[in-house]
């Protein structure tokens, strides 16, 4: 059984005959495991943790972080929304979206702090509130996601305004009597400690633009262990690493920049698992593949597809024969791969498992983040799994 699991078989067996499968199943005590990493990380000149709710909005998540202190960091005008309706105050969200909110001057006036993501939003934003303070992200030039789908920073990147544009980024402020009070970058950074210095590095060159800034927001890209290969996120000592370079920035300009980070991923990524049950077994003869086909698939998660992501996978059965095993979702769909090769979804990996038969559960785990949310949804007209919480 892999690491991340948190359910015994007898309990998967409860929740599979009380629920019904599909099932992610959401642990509390994780959640706030995750959070409080975060939480306590150290940060000379203080530190707001914003949870990236696009990893997963579910109600629950958000009254659990609510509770510990976390805001929200919201990537439309209906994700600030939704927070608000949850019960966050206004003043302890940010608002940083692709597409230029339709309620912008609503949320601003409650007071959500807008960060404006393109030269074009912040003169928007000027227009109609000159003379106040704002919050801009720049694309400082370089990025670090796994693959360009998830690379956040950089010239392949659209996000943020590029570093070369700060002398139109002056003109705007000037025209519209605005100052910047937050700078923002997100480059989806990992769990390397030094990428992260470098990271925090960079940005305190670029907030040196800006000599009224309080704020440095390093976004989120907090990395997670879903399978063994990979290295998670060690907030204690990344905390350390940019703590000393905010220090260093404070003794170099006399600028005490409180930190603000927006993690995501990393506060759910390993919070759920997804129940799911053999639907069939099939196989392309003794040259070719044995396909598991799940009563799941991208409609419910759709990250191996799309990214390659790697996810623990276990079938519960009482067999102690191994067989290799490509396991498939439910859609018509040969993109609908739950096992590719690592970054790789166009590539078939085959993964030993337990001998499998039709009808027993399977356990894939690493699902709470842009796993519900950031699917095929009604894709073949299949309901979506359903969710719940446990203690
Ligand atoms: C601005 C911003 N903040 C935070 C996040 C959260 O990233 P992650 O879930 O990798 O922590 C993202 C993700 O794309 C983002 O664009």
Redesign the pocket.
Known sequence: MFSTNFLSNDQVNLLAKQYGTPLFVYSREKLTEQAKAMLDMPAPYGVQIYY?M??NPNLEILHVLKELGVGI?A?SGYEAEQAIAAGFEPAKIVL?SQQLAHNLAELVKLGVHFNATSLRQLEIYGKSFPGSEASI?INPGIGSGHSVK?N?GGPTSS?GIWHEYIPQVHELLKKYNLTVKRM?T?I?SGSDPQVWQEAARISLELIKNFPDAEIINL?????IARVPEEHGADMSEIGKIISRELTHFAETTGRQLKLEL??????VGNIALLIARIDDITDTGPEGYTFIKLNTGMNDFMRPAMYGSQHPIAVLSDSSEKHDYVVVGHNCESADLLTPAPGDPEVLMPRTLNKAEIDDFVLIGGVG??SATMSATDYNGFPSAKEVFID
């Open positions: 990236a696009k990893a960091d990537s940083t992200r998830v956040v996000f923002h997100h989806g976004g989120g890209g907090f990395k927006e993690p995501g991923h990393f506060m983040g842009y």
